[in-house]
């Protein structure tokens, strides 16, 4: 139904649009331009990653994030492996005289992503963490 009102007297009488068209098109538009912005392709930050064993033992089978180191001796430390994203509270996992040892984060939740460059994840044994050890990362030098 299309309603037409009269702008003054002796002009002729001009169509108003139905509301509920504009209003269903206004929706679709912003629907569409949302939908755009979320499945847009994010590029995924790639870091260098390297663990460190910074404790007197052996660790065996050690996985850091998405990289696999193997073996690291007391002291020793892995090569460079690219992957991403990494975040500063990565899942560590290794062997230690037969026992798997994990640290695993809950989520990465408002964490910010590591992003490029080249960092070191520190592996000390500590008892007094619920893991039995503790990391740390930091940046290396370029």
């Keep these: 139904m299309t309603i037409r009102v009269a702008l003054h007297s002796g002009s002729t009488a001009a169509p108003i649009a139905r509301p509920a068209l504009f209003a269903f098109g206004a929706l679709l538009i912003a629907l569409l331009v949302v939908l755009a912005f979320a499945l847009w392709p994010q590029s995924t930050?790639?870091?260098d990653v390297r663990v460190i064993n910074a404790s007197t033992h052996t660790l065996r089978n050690i996985v850091v994030g998405k990289g696999h180191y193997n073996d690291l001796g007391p002291g020793q430390a892995s090569e460079y492996r690219s992957w991403g994203p990494a975040f500063p509270h990565e899942r560590v996992s290794f062997e230690l005289d037969q026992t798997r040892m994990?640290?695993?984060?809950d989520d990465h939740f408002g964490e910010k992503p590591?992003?490029?460059g080249k960092f070191s994840f520190k592996v000390e044994?500590?008892?007094s963490q619920p893991a039995g050890f503790a990391t740390s990362v930091a940046r290396d030098s370029m």
Excluded: E, R
């Design 45 to 47: 930050p790639i870091s």
């Design 102 to 105: 994990l640290q695993a984060p």
């Design 114 to 116: 590591l992003g490029p």
């Design 125 to 127: 044994l500590d008892t």
